[in-house]
C-alpha cells in the first residue's frame, strides 16, 4: 500500500517517502522537531575521510562545513513550507535531515489548489533570502557574484554557500515533480483539472526532466544519474500517490469497515482459539472484554505464528495488539491510511458517533474498497448513506450475519 503523509525532499523538493527511524532529535523550532538521520552523519563523515585522503585536513574540514550549511539552508528553506502549511491550520510534527535533503512529517496535505500553491511557493523565496543576506552581510556587491566559485576553496565559504543557495532555488523552481516548481504547477493545473489529472502532467515532466538530467549526467557529473533516478522515481511515486487519493478521499470508514467483526474474549487460549479458526474464514478478530476495558485486534497469522512459540493456554491478551489509535466511521478512509502508515497493525478499532465500539478497519478491508473503485470509479458504497441509518447496530452478544440488504 502506497505511504503517504511524509515529505522527502531532493536538494529540496518533496516526494512521499519512509519512514523516519534512526535519527537523532536536535532541537525543536517553532513546534516542529529538527531530526538528523544517521545516514546523514555517515554520508558526512565519508565525505570528509575521501577529501582528507585526497587533499588532507583543512579540505576535509571545509568540505564538513560547506555541506552541513547547505544542508542547514535546506532545512530553512522546509521552514518556510512548514510555517505556510500552520497559517492553514497543518501541523507539522518533526522535519528530518536526509543524505538526500530535508523531509518534512507535514500531517497531510492541503486541500485547496490555492493553500497548495501557496505552501509550495513559500519555500524558494527562503534561498534568495540566504542569498541577500550573506551578500549584504559580507558586504560584497551582488555584481562580484560568480556561481564558478562554488567549487572554488579558495573562495569565502560564506560567498560559496550563497552560491549554492542559488544553484537550489533554480532546480527547485523547475515545473516537474517532485521539484516545488512541479506543485506549483500541480496547484495551478489543479484549478481547472482534476488534482491526480494535474498531477499525472506535473510528474510526467518530472519524468521527462529526469531523463535529460540522467543523460547529461553520462557526459558531466555522475552523480547527476545519481538524481535523475531519484527524480523518476519520485515523480512516479507522486503521481500514483494522486492516483489513490483520488480514489480514497470521497470514502468514509464506514464504507469499507467490517461490521460485524468475530469476536474473542481477552481470556480465551490459544487452545480455544485454534479450534475456533478452523471452523471460520475471518482474518483480523476484535479482542473485547464485557466491560470494554481489555480491548484490542488480532490476526489468524499472528494466532497461528504463536503456536509455534506458547503454550495452549497462553491467553490471548498477552499477543493481541493493544490500539493506540481509534478511528471513527464517518472519518475519511484517508484517516485509516494514515494511521496503517505508522503502525504495523493489521486492523483498526472503529467507534461510531457515540463513541461505542462499532467494528474494525483492516488493511485487507480498505484494498478491497479500493479495488472496487478502481474497477468502477462511479460505484456507489450505501453503506456510509442514509440507508445505513436504519441497519442494526453491532453490539456485544449479537453477531450480525449481513447488514446489507
Ligand atoms: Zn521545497
New binding site residues.
Partial sequence: MRQRSIRV?LL???VWGSKMRWSISIGKIAGTVVRIHVTFLLFLFVIGVIVFRQNGAEAAWDAVAFITLVFACIIL??FG?ILMARFFGIKTRDVTLFPIGGVANIERMPERPYQELLV?LA??PIYLVIFLSIFLVSGKGLSDFDIEKINDTGTNLAIRVAAANVILMTF?LLPAFPM?GGRVLRAILAMWITKSKATKIAATIGQGMALFIGFMGFFGNPMLILIAVFIFIAAGSESETAIFHDITHDLTIRDAMIEAPARLHPRDTIRTVIDYLLGSTENEFLVIDNTELEIGTITRETLLLALASHDDGTQISSLMSRPEHFVYEYDSLENALTIFERCNDQALIVKDINNQISGLISRAAIAQAILIKTARPDWKFFRGGILSKSLPKFSHGQRVASLLP
Wanted: hydrophobic share 10%.
Fill in positions: 525532499s529540496n523538493s518533496e528553506h522546509e513550507h509550495a519555500g524558494p527547485n516545488d
